[in-house]
C-alpha cells in the first residue's frame, strides 16, 4: 500500500500509530511517514491475546478464506490455519515481511493453505473471502468499506483492530487491554470491531408468491445505496413501497403492503443465493413460500 507516494509497511503503521494521529488532519500524516521510514522503527506484531481474540470475534470455520490486509509476519493467516484449518491469504507492501510471513507458514506446517504476497491491499481480490482481517490507519479502513460492499460475499466477517469502518455499524465489539500494547500506541486499551457483509441486492427482481394471494409475478425492484435499503413492488401497473426490508448477511426479511383492498400484510423472511430470493411467508395466519430471480442488477 502506498499514502502519498511512500511505502506503508505494518512497521511503519505500528510506529505511526504511537503519534497523537487523532489530533492531525490526515494530509500531516504524509511528512510523519517519511520520517518513519528515515527512522526505520523495528517491526512489531500484533500480540498474541489480540490474534487470539480477532480469530474467535470472527468465528473461524475450516471452510473459511480469511484476507489479512498489511498481514506483517503472517501470524493471523498462519493462527487460523494452525487452529481452526482454515484457508488463508496475507498481502503486505514490505517483502521482507512477506518473505518472513511465508516462512513462519512453513515452519507452522500450513504453507499449503496459506500464502502471502507483496501487492497494494486496494488492489487485493476480496471476491473468495469469507473473512476479513484489518489493522490499519483509520482513514484507510474507512476507503475500504466500498470495496469490501462490492467484492465480498454475504454473510462475510470482517474484523477491525481498534478502528471502525464508519459509517457502517458494527454488528458488535469488544474492549480489552492488552499489557504488551502500550509500547506500540501508548495505551493498553484495545477495540476489535465486528461487521457482517450484507447480500448486493440491488436491482429488478420477479416476484412470485402462492396463488391463493397472487395470480400472476410482480415486479420487485431493490434499491441500496450506502447503508440504506429500500425496495417498491408493482402488480398490474400499481406501485406501491415495501414497508420493511431487513438484509443481514445473506438473511432478507420483508413487509409487503396489502396486495388488494382490505387485505392483509405479508411477511416474507428468506434468503439469497445465486441471484434469487426465496423463503417461507407469513399472512393473516395463512402460510407459504415465496421466490425472487433477479431479473437486472440495474435499477430501472
Known amino acids: ?16 500509530a504511537a503519534l497523537p494521529l487523532a489530533a492531525l488532519p490526515f494530509a500531516s ?14 517491526y512489531v506484531p500484533t500480540p498474541w491475546p489480540i490474534v487470539d481474540a480477532m480469530l ?31 484457508r488463508g491469504y496475507g498481502v503486505d507492501i514490505d517483502p521482507e515481511l512477506v518473505a518472513l510471513a511465508n516462512r513462519n507458514a512453513a515452519d507452522a506446517g500450513v504453507a499449503e493453505r496459506v500464502r502471502f504476497e507483496q501487492r497494494d491491499l486496494f488492489q487485493t481480490d476480496l471476491r473468495d473471502a469469507t473473512v476479513l482481517t484489518l489493522y490499519l490507519l483509520p482513514q484507510t479502513v474507512v476507503e475500504l468499506v466500498p470495496r469490501i460492499f462490492a467484492q465480498m460475499p454475504a454473510g462475510a466477517r470482517v474484523v477491525s483492530h481498534d478502528y471502525g469502518l464508519s459509517p457502517w455499524p458494527p454488528e458488535r465489539h469488544v474492549a480489552f487491554d492488552v499489557p504488551e500494547k502500550k509500547r506500540i500506541t501508548g495505551t493498553t486499551y484495545t477495540v476489535l470491531y465486528l461487521y457482517i457483509v450484507p447480500a448486493r ?11 391463493s394471494l397472487m395470480s400472476r409475478p410482480a415486479r420487485l425492484v431493490i434499491t441500496q445505496e450506502s447503508l440504506k435499503s429500500a425496495a417498491t413492488l408493482t402488480i398490474g401497473g400499481r406501485t406501491a413501497e415495501v414497508e420493511e426490508l431487513f438484509v443481514h448477511g ?3 426479511r420483508m413487509l409487503l403492503p396489502p396486495l ?25 395466519g395463512s402460510r407459504g413460500m415465496w421466490r425472487a430471480s433477479r431479473l437486472s442488477t440495474e435499477v430501472r
Open 260 to 284: 388488494s383492498p382490505g387485505g392483509k400484510r405479508l411477511l416474507l423472511e428468506g434468503h439469497a443465493r445465486d441471484g434469487t430470493l426465496e423463503g417461507a411467508l407469513e399472512s393473516g
Open 56 to 86: 474467535d470475534l470472527a468465528r473461524i470455520r475450516a471452510d473459511d478464506l480469511l484476507v489479512d490486509l498489511g498481514c506483517g509476519d503472517g501470524r493471523l493467516a498462519v493462527t487460523a490455519a494452525k487452529r481452526f484449518g482454515a
Open 250 to 252: 445473506d438473511e432478507v
Open 201 to 211: 441486492l440491488a436491482g429488478v427482481w420477479r416476484l412470485d408468491l402462492p396463488e
Open 29 to 42: 500524516i504524509v511528512p510523519a511517514l517519511a520520517l518513519a521510514q528515515r527512522n526505520a522503527a523495528p
Open 1 to 16: 500500500m502506498t499514502i502519498g507516494g511512500l511505502p506503508f509497511s505494518p512497521a511503519r503503521r505500528r510506529l505511526l
